[in-house]
């Protein structure tokens, strides 16, 4: 098996080396080995092995990568931010073999046909990227079947467990507030609605990341001696010579090795006879290419890097979809969440051991695409209506916010009672706000000057479109049979007196009516929102495919501006943002740079 913690000594030189082992990185090593199983291929991943991991592959542990203590995310911090109440703002990153897919919420979301449309490259709009989509994926879902994949090698269905009375109680209570249930939102046209969500996620419960459904059949199957993956190994930088990618330069990663005085991480050097791909991911592309001496050459100046070329837009424009995040009790039964699973009181051994279909269950049940009435539009305020009129009133297609319901207290169990919570999750579609990420020093070591730029935006939209969503999914809670009250130490410190106020209740609400909310009200969901607003892990944008005088990087192609046998493969490259989560993007990034190298290189597609 070409799968190894140290390169075999006699690997010196590939054809094509890629940089990171993530979502889109073990698509595209993938397909090249099927293209040609002579190529040689080398995937370096900083991360460790995730084949039959359990926590992986069972959906129901995903939320154990997220602990502090994980070795399976990268955790990159954020500078202090004041508007966000002086907080260090944290962004997990996929940090093993799979990338994302391996640690990811397995949601399966595409995003909407203006899009893609929008991102206003040759070979990228929707109807030219709805093919890869589909060849992806095997589909079990309703809707359209030509509108998706019916044998590709990711599994998309309602695996093996669905609470079905949460989520049409949450179905018929935001109807209620007016926004239908749609058959599939994942169609690029539909929107303003809510449907019974998909997963990537096999009939048979296992999760569908890419390193499972793309890579480890291969390294498995004798037939493609050529195929190699490195883990446990960081990439440094890409190797030069003139201005032609040549190889990279890596080391061991020291948080895999033992620590004893001994204990060495050199810098290695492997070559690549035909290309580099680097494929680290929105967070992790940007520093590779920097320490590459591929950037803004103040920054790389002040970091100690030569410029191999003057490319200002690395590690520019960094974007994500703010996330907040809302407790509710319930009156759900104990399996019909995972606060068992996440809270130690269910027996997982036992799970385990009777292969119980709950374990396939990644607690999410339901999601939404939704969009403000002119009314509501008009209420928030005329900065607020401006930027309305201009990119969203006559965009339908467009939603301002994603909204899901996560059945489970989404956080600390120790902080709540025992019981079964629910949690809404807001996102924003399109944020406003940008940040940026880079360099201070020529080594992996060295500090990352990391800004995300969360609610950073003029006129304060990004905030105002969280606090509207707050409202709306406080009505639709209000309106569920299985609603008993907010848990207040996940929601804002309303006034004394306040007719918002947070509740306890022990039956469901009659005849509701929608909550008033003063300006000071208002006030004190802006505030919480500063204080615990953070990252969806939808990082992007870092190093955009667009014309290179608009701070572009890459073109339609991949291709690195100025240089040679350098493309960029992952989230780092879409020019502007999606409807939606990220995962379905990288995967169709993924195939399509796939496809564009196989047709480069000449081989068989």
């Known amino acids: 098996m070409g799968l190894y913690t140290k390169l075999a000594d006699d690997i010196k030189e590939v054809d094509v080396i890629i940089a990171g082992g993530g979502t889109a990185a073990c698509i595209i090593a993938g397909r090249l080995a099927e293209a040609d199983p002579n190529l040689s291929i080398l995937i370096i991943e900083g991360g460790e092995n995730n084949h039959n991991v359990p926590s992986v592959v069972n959906p129901a542990f995903f939320l154990q990568h997220l602990l502090p203590t994980s070795k399976t995310a990268l955790f990159y911090k954020g500078n202090k931010s004041q508007q966000l109440g002086d907080r260090e703002p944290i962004v997990p990153s996929g940090g093993m073999l799979g990338g994302g897919s391996s640690i990811n919420f397995m949601m399966y979301t595409r995003g909407q046909r203006s899009d893609f449309d929008s991102w206003n490259t040759s070979g990228w709009s929707a109807d030219e990227v709805l093919p890869y989509m589909k060849k992806l994926e095997t589909y079990h879902g309703p809707g359209n079947k030509e509108l998706h994949g019916h044998d590709g090698p990711i599994h998309v269905s309602d695996s093996t467990f669905r609470n079905t009375r949460s989520e049409s109680d949450f179905i018929q209570a935001a109807g209620q507030v007016g926004f239908p249930e749609i058959e599939d939102l994942q169609d690029l046209d539909a929107n303003n609605g809510i449907q019974r969500w998909l ?5 048979d419960g296992k999760r569908q990341d890419t390193a499972h459904t793309y890579l480890h059949p291969k390294l498995q199957d004798g037939k493609h001696p050529n195929l190699h993956v490195v883990v446990e190994s960081q990439v440094n930088r890409v190797l030069f010579e003139g201005k032609r990618a040549v190889g990279v330069e890596y080391r061991p990663n020291p948080a895999f090795q033992a620590s004893i005085g001994l204990t060495q991480t050199p810098l290695q050097t492997v070559k690549a006879r035909k290309l580099v791909v680097v494929s680290c991911g929105a967070c992790g592309t940007p520093p590779v290419l920097e320490r590459s001496g591929v950037g803004n050459p103040e920054i790389l100046k002040r970091a100690g890097v030569p410029v191999v070329e003057d490319l200002p837009g690395v590690g520019h424009d960094y974007q994500d979809h703010h996330l907040t995040l809302y407790p509710f009790r319930t009156s759900l039964e104990p399996g019909e969440t995972i606060d068992g699973i996440l809270s130690g009181r269910a027996n997982v051994g036992e799970l385990v051991e009777k292969k119980d279909p709950i374990l396939g269950w990644n607690s999410i049940d339901i999601s939404s695409k939704l969009r403000p009435t002119e009314d509501e539009v008009a209420a928030i305020g005329p900065e607020f209506k401006s930027a309305w009129d201009k990119d969203f009133k006559n965009a339908p297609n467009r939603p301002l916010m994603l909204m899901g319901l996560v059945s489970c207290f989404l956080g600390d169990p120790a902080a709540v009672p025992a019981g079964q919570y629910v949690t809404v999750g807001n996102y924003t579609a ?48 209000r309106r569920m049979n299985t609603y008993r009250g907010e848990l207040a130490l996940g929601h804002p410190r309303f006034p004394e007196g306040s007719k918002a106020g947070c509740v306890e209740i022990d039956a469901p609400l009659g005849e509701v009516q929608d909550l008033v909310y003063t300006a000071e009200d208002d006030a004190a969901i802006e505030q919480t929102v500063r204080e615990t607003v953070a990252t969806t892990w939808h ?4 190093a955009k495919m667009a014309p290179r005088e608009e701070m572009g990087v890459v073109d339609a192609n991949l291709n690195v501006y100025g240089v040679q046998g350098l493309k960029v493969a992952d989230m780092s490259i879409p020019p502007k943002n999606l409807g939606a989560n990220t995962n379905n993007t990288a995967l169709m990034i993924g195939e399509k740079a796939a496809d564009i190298i196989i047709k480069e290189l000449g081989l068989k597609a």
């Open 199 to 203: 997963r990537y996620i096999s009939k």
């Open 539 to 542: 990082s992007l944008g870092t």
């Open 430 to 477: 399109y944020p406003y706000s940008r940040g940026h990420m880079h360099i201070t020093g020529p080594g992996l070591d060295d500090p990352l000057d990391f800004e995300t730029g969360f609610l950073s935006d003029k006129h304060d939209i990004d905030l105002k479109k969280q606090v509207w969503a707050y409202k709306k999914s406080r009505e639709i809670m």
